[in-house]
């Protein structure tokens, strides 16, 4: 059975820190990321890392926010610094594999809040 678990996230004020983890099982994933989404909205990419360690980040995040992965542990990290109250909002964690002819299998987890208060 395949899952992707998050966890970290909570409340914290502006300026503060949280780390988020997101535990993968079952399988090996090849690009992992973490998306943001606000209610009325659709999910955007926060911060995404490929299974060779390449990363790529939201221009808002730039600098502030550090993504990694543990391939042996098979889990992904969210570090975010310096938070904002626009960093607000449920944080999905993503993983994709190929599966059969060429095919591309997506998993996500439930979802984690993170709050940023001002």
């Known amino acids: 059975q395949v899952q992707v678990v998050e966890s970290g996230g909570g409340l914290v004020q502006v300026g503060g820190s949280l780390r988020l983890s997101c535990a993968a099982s079952?399988?090996?994933?090849?690009?992992m990321g973490w998306y943001r989404q606000v209610p009325g909205k659709q999910r955007e990419l926060v911060a995404g890392?490929?299974?060779?360690?390449?990363?790529n980040y939201a221009d808002p995040v730039k600098g502030r926010f550090t993504i990694s992965r543990d391939n042996a542990k098979n889990t992904v990290y969210l570090q975010m610094n310096s938070l904002k109250p626009e960093d607000t909002g449920v944080y999905y964690c993503?993983?994709?594999?190929?599966?059969?002819?060429?095919?591309?299998?997506?998993?996500w987890g439930q979802g984690t809040q993170v709050t940023v208060s001002s």
């Open positions: 079952g399988t090996i994933f090849y690009d």
């Open positions: 993503n993983a994709w594999r190929y599966g059969s002819y060429g095919t591309r299998l997506d998993y």
């Open positions: 890392i490929s299974v060779g360690g390449r990363t």
